[in-house]
C-alpha cells in the first residue's frame, strides 16, 4: 500500500512549486522515508533511483537525506556526489554526512519538538484577544 501511495503521488511533467505539487512531492518524499526505513534492497534501490532521477532539489535532497541513514555503497556514492556538486548542496550535505550517528538524528527531534511546542505557545499568546 505504501508503494502505490509512493507511485501514486509522482508529479507529473516539468517542476512547478505550486501548492498541489508540493504536497505531492511531501507525501512522495515521506512514503520513500517510510519504505526504506525496512532498509530492504528494494526499498534502497527505490531511493537511489530517486536520487539519481530527480530534477528538482526537493526530491533529490529527500531521497540524499533517506540514503544517508542506510550503511551501504548507495549511500557514499549519493553523499560522494553531493559534495562535489558544489558549496550549495555540500553545505546541505554536511549535516547528513553527520546523520549517521543516531544521537545527531535524535538531538535534532528533540529539539525540533521544543522549538514546535514553543511555537505554538507563542501563537496561542499572539491570538488570544486583548483587553
Same mark, same amino acid.
Not at 558549496?87 to 514546535?116: C, H, K, M, N
Given at each position: 500500500?505504501l508503494?502505490? &501511495?509512493?507511485?501514486g503521488m ?11 505539487? &508540493?504536497?505531492? @512531492?511531501a #507525501?512522495?518524499?515521506?512514503?520513500l522515508?517510510? $519504505? ?8 534502497? &534501490? @527505490?531511493? &537511489? @533511483? ?6 528538482? /532539489?526537493?526530491d533529490? /535532497?529527500?531521497?540524499?537525506?533517506t $540514503?544517508?541513514l *542506510?550503511?551501504g %555503497?548507495? @549511500?557514499?556514492?549519493? #553523499? ?17 554526512? !553527520?546523520?549517521?550517528? !543516531?544521537?545527531f $538524528?535524535?538531538w535534532?527531534?528533540?529539539?525540533g ?6 511555537a ?5 499568546? $499572539?491570538?488570544? %484577544? *486583548?483587553?
Amino acid at each position: 500500500a505504501l508503494a502505490k &501511495a509512493y507511485d501514486g503521488m509522482t508529479v507529473p511533467g516539468a517542476y512547478s512549486p505550486d501548492t498541489a505539487s &508540493a504536497g505531492r @512531492r511531501a #507525501l512522495r518524499n515521506a512514503a520513500l522515508d517510510l $519504505l526504506a526505513a525496512a532498509g530492504t534492497p528494494e526499498a534502497i &534501490a @527505490r531511493t &537511489a @533511483r530517486q536520487y539519481d532521477r530527480a530534477d528538482n /532539489m526537493t526530491d533529490r /535532497m529527500a531521497a540524499l537525506a533517506t $540514503l544517508a541513514l *542506510h550503511a551501504g %555503497p548507495e @549511500r557514499e556514492r549519493a #553523499l560522494a556526489d553531493g559534495v562535489t556538486a558544489g558549496p550549495l548542496v555540500t553545505e546541505q550535505i554536511v549535516p547528513l554526512d !553527520r546523520s549517521r550517528q !543516531r544521537w545527531f $538524528l535524535l538531538w535534532t527531534f528533540f529539539f525540533g519538538l521544543i522549538a514546535g511546542a514553543a511555537a505554538l505557545f507563542l501563537l496561542a499568546l $499572539l491570538t488570544q %484577544p *486583548h483587553p
